[in-house]
C-alpha cells in the first residue's frame, strides 16, 4: 500500500511502532493525554502503538500501567478512542478485571460497531463471566462472538487431547484415508496388508496416489492406525457435497461436518472439549467462509466448536471436480510415532518417508547396515525397529548431525544393537574404518538433494555413492536410496530392483532398490567387518 494511500492512524502507528516503552510514554501518551479532544481523535494510532510496543518489550509494571491507561481511554466519549483501546487491551495479557470493563461498556453502548470491536476484544479475553453476563440477553455480542468466547472457555477450562486407546465401536460405513506422498502408497499398502494378515482390522478399499482407503471391519482405537509408520497423515472421511448454489452448499456442509459419524468419531477419540479448526484447503484464504460455515455449524451442534487455536482436530473442506469433501483429522504433533526424535537437522528426512525406505530393504537378519548421509539418523532408526540388524554405521559430513543421531538413538532406546557415528565423508570412512568388500548387508540413505544444503557436484556425489555401496555390499546385500539425478547405475555388480517417481515435497525424486549380484574376489578386501562397538 503506497504511504498516500494510508489512514492517518495507520501512518502514525508505523511511525510510533519502533519507538521503545519508555519513549511512548514518557512522550507520545504524555502528549496524547493534555491534548484537545479533536486532537485525541487524530492521535489514535499511538493507542494501536501502545499494545503492540508494551505487548513486546514492557515489563509487568509497564504493561500494567498501560492497562490501566487503556481501561480509562474506555470511558472516553469518543467511540473512535474507546474502539482503539478495547482492541489494544488484549495484547497485554489482560484478565478478569478488563474483561468487566468491557462487559459494562457493552451493557451501555448502543452503538452496533462498538459492539462488533467489543465482541473481538472479548473472543480473546473473555471467560465464563461474558458466557453469564450474556446468558438470556439480546442485542449483546455476535452468535460469531459468542461461540469464539466459548470455544475459549472450553479450551482452559476443559482442554481437550486425542485419545489413543479408546476404541470405537460404530465403525460401520467409516472411511479412514492414508494420505501421503505419491509413489509411495504401494509402500502403505504393503504394510496394511501385513497387519490385515495377522489382525483382519481392516480393509483396503482402493489405493489411489498419494492415498490408500481402508474401511474397518472391527472396532479399533486410534494407537491402531498410528501402528502404521509409513503413511503421512490420517483423515476420515466424512461426505461430499457438489458446489452449487452457495446457500445450499453451506447448510450441506455445516450438516455433514455436525453428522451423526462426525460426532461418533469426536466423542470416542476426545478427551474434553470437542473442536477443530477448519480450513478450505484448496480454495487459499478463506477467512469470510471459514466463519459463515463454522457459525452454521455451531448453530446445529453447538457442542462443536470451531477454534484455531491448539485444537485437537482439523476438518478440511477440499474442492475437487465439482465437489466439496469433508475429511476429520487428528493433530498430532508431535507424530507419536516418531516420539524419539530428540533433534532434527537441515533437509533431514521426513519420518514416514524414512519409514518407506526402511521397508523397502526387505527382510535382514543379523545385519550390518550404513547410513552415509545419516541426518538425524531417521531411515537407520526405521530399520532397526523392524528387527534383523546387528550393528548400525552412520556417517555424515556435519558434526551437528552426528551429535543429533546420538540423541535420537539414544531417545529411540536402542540399546540392543551396536552403533557408531562418525563425522567424516562417506569416501573418507570406507578408508579409515576400513570397511572391506562384501562386508555390508544394507545400504539405505537419503542424501542431499542440492536444495537446500548446497552440493558442489551432485552427480559426482552420486556416482560415488553408487560406486561405494557396490563395492561394500555383500551378495545379496541392497542398497536403498533416494536418487536426485536421472541416472542408473552402470555397476555390474548392482541390479535395479524397483524405482519410483516420489513427491519429495515440490519436486520428483526417485527411490531406488539395487541388489548386489555377486561376490567380488580381490586380494585384501574380501573379509568381512563385525558390528560397530559401542
Same mark, same amino acid.
Given at each position: ?72 481511554? #474506555?470511558?472516553?466519549?469518543? @467511540? %473512535? =478512542?474507546?474502539?482503539? $483501546? ?7 495479557? +489482560? !484478565? ?21 470491536? #467489543?465482541?473481538?476484544?472479548? @473472543? %480473546? =479475553?473473555?471467560?465464563? $463471566? ?7 440477553? +439480546? !442485542? ?42 505419491? !509413489? ?351
Amino acid at each position: 500500500m503506497k504511504h498516500a494511500d494510508k489512514k492517518p492512524a495507520k501512518i502514525l502507528y508505523e511511525q510510533l511502532r519502533h519507538l521503545s516503552s519508555a519513549q511512548l510514554w514518557d512522550q507520545e501518551v504524555a502528549k496524547f493525554n493534555s491534548a484537545t479532544p479533536e486532537e485525541r481523535s487524530c492521535q489514535v494510532g499511538l493507542i494501536r502503538a501502545v499494545g503492540v510496543v508494551f505487548s513486546e518489550s514492557g515489563n509487568v509494571g509497564e504493561k500494567t500501567k498501560a492497562k490501566l491507561w487503556l481501561r480509562s481511554l #474506555l470511558q472516553d466519549p469518543d @467511540e %473512535k =478512542i474507546r474502539r482503539y $483501546a478495547m482492541t489494544a487491551l488484549p495484547k497485554l495479557d +489482560s !484478565g478478569s478485571t478488563e474483561e468487566v470493563d468491557l462487559l459494562n461498556l457493552l451493557r451501555t453502548t448502543k452503538n452496533e460497531r462498538e459492539k462488533k470491536y #467489543l465482541g473481538q476484544s472479548l @473472543e %480473546k =479475553i473473555g471467560s465464563t $463471566a461474558t458466557l453469564e453476563a450474556l446468558a438470556g440477553r +439480546s !442485542g449483546g455480542l455476535s452468535a460469531q462472538s459468542v461461540r469464539k468466547v466459548k470455544a475459549r472457555v472450553a479450551r482452559t477450562e476443559s482442554p481437550s487431547t486425542v485419545r489413543m486407546d479408546r476404541p470405537i465401536g460404530e465403525f460401520f460405513g467409516l472411511r479412514l484415508h492414508l494420505n501421503g506422498r505419491y !509413489g509411495l502408497e504401494q509402500v502403505v499398502r504393503e504394510e496394511v496388508e501385513e497387519q490385515i494378515r495377522a489382525r483382519g482390522q481392516f480393509r483396503i478399499v482402493e489405493v489411489r496416489s498419494g492415498l490408500v482407503i481402508l474401511t474397518p471391519l472391527k472396532p479399533f482405537t486410534l494407537g491402531d492406525i498410528y501402528a502404521f509408520r509409513c503413511f503421512g497423515n490420517l483423515s476420515f472421511f466424512l461426505g461430499s457435497v457438489r458446489q452449487s448454489d452457495p446457500d445450499k452448499s453451506v447448510e450441506s456442509l455445516a450438516k455433514i461436518i455436525t453428522s451423526p459419524v462426525s460426532r461418533r468419531l469426536f466423542k470416542a477419540f476426545t478427551e474434553g472439549s470437542l473442536r477443530y479448526r477448519l480450513d478450505f484447503v484448496t480454495q487459499g484464504h478463506q477467512r469470510g467462509a471459514v466463519s459463515v460455515l463454522a457459525n452454521r455449524a455451531y448453530a446445529i451442534c453447538p457442542e462443536m466448536m470451531n477454534d484455531a487455536t491448539d485444537a485437537p482436530w482439523s476438518i478440511a473442506i477440499r474442492s475437487v471436480g465439482g465437489l466439496d469433501s469433508v475429511e476429520l483429522s487428528p493433530k498430532m504433533i508431535p507424530d507419536p510415532r516418531f516420539n524419539y526424535r530428540q533433534a532434527d537437522v537441515p533437509a533431514a528426512s521426513h519420518p514416514p518417508l524414512a519409514a518407506c525406505l526402511a521397508r523397502l530393504a526387505g527382510p535382514l537378519q543379523n545385519a550390518i547396515i550404513w547410513d552415509p548421509f545419516c541426518g538425524s539418523g531417521l531411515e537407520l532408526i526405521e530399520r532397526v525397529r523392524l528387527g534383523g540388524v546387528l550393528g548400525v554405521y552412520g556417517t555424515d559430513r556435519s558434526a551437528e548431525a552426528v551429535t543429533t543421531v546420538q540423541a535420537n538413538f539414544a531417545g529411540a532406546g536402542i540399546q540392543e544393537t551396536r552403533s557408531k557415528f562418525v563425522c567424516c565423508d562417506f569416501r573418507e570412512f570406507v578408508r579409515s574404518e576400513g570397511l572391506g568388500r562384501n562386508s555390508i548387508d544394507l545400504v539405505i540413505t537419503n542424501p542431499p538433494m542440492g536444495k537446500r544444503v548446497h552440493v558442489a557436484d551432485l552427480k559426482r556425489l552420486i556416482e560415488d555413492l553408487i560406486s561405494v555401496a557396490a563395492a561394500v555390499l555383500k551378495p545379496g546385500g541392497k542398497l536403498v536410496f533416494a536418487n536426485p539425478i536421472q541416472i542408473l547405475s552402470q555397476n555390474p555388480l548392482l541390479k535395479l530392483l524397483s524405482r519410483r517417481v516420489v513427491d519429495f515435497a515440490g519436486f520428483d525424486c526417485r527411490v531406488e532398490v539395487y541388489e548386489k549380484t555377486a561376490p567380488v574376489k580381490t586380494a585384501g578386501l574380501s573379509r568381512s567387518v563385525r558390528p560397530p562397538s559401542e
